[in-house]
Nanobody, 125 residues
Framework: QVQVVESGGGLVQAGGSLRLSCAAS????????VGWFRQAPGKERDFVAA????????DYAASVKGRFTISRDAAKNTEYLQMNSLKPEDTAVYYC??????????????????WGPGTQVTVSS
């Protein structure tokens, strides 16, 4: 099974940027949809963004649209989440996970499997 691991989190001031990575163990991960979710302390895990590379389709949560962008380096089996204009409310643990393509809703975490351990993003005001 394809495994994923997130990295790139850290502490940044409001208005700053971070780039998160989701590294996959196997190049077949490109056949799956890849989703990003985040969980703030005391809150549920929420959808952030998702992409299905084979179809070229992307989805972003309204709260991050225009600030976050998904990209990919196929040679490195890695997907990136570029986060710009960060706000304190973006503080959370960020996770990536896989989803079977063309099945279920990209917004539902129950559709995803093989979750990574997460990476902490902290945005100071």
């Amino acid at each position: 099974q394809v495994q994923v691991v997130e990295s790139g989190g850290g502490l940044v001031q409001a208005g700053g940027s971070l780039r998160l990575s989701c590294a996959a163990s196997d190049p077949t991960f490109e056949s799956y949809a890849v989703g990003w979710f985040r969980q703030a302390p005391g809150k549920e895990r929420d959808f952030v963004a998702a992409i299905l590379w084979t179809a070229g389709t992307t989805d972003y949560a309204a709260s991050v649209k225009g600030r976050f962008t998904i990209s990919r380096d196929a040679a490195k089996n890695t997907e990136y989440l570029q986060m710009n204009s960060l706000k304190p409310e973006d503080t959370a643990v960020y996770y990536c996970a896989l989803k079977e393509p063309f099945t279920g809703s990209a917004y539902e975490q129950s559709q995803y499997f093989n979750w990574g351990p997460g990476t902490q993003v902290t945005v100071s005001s």
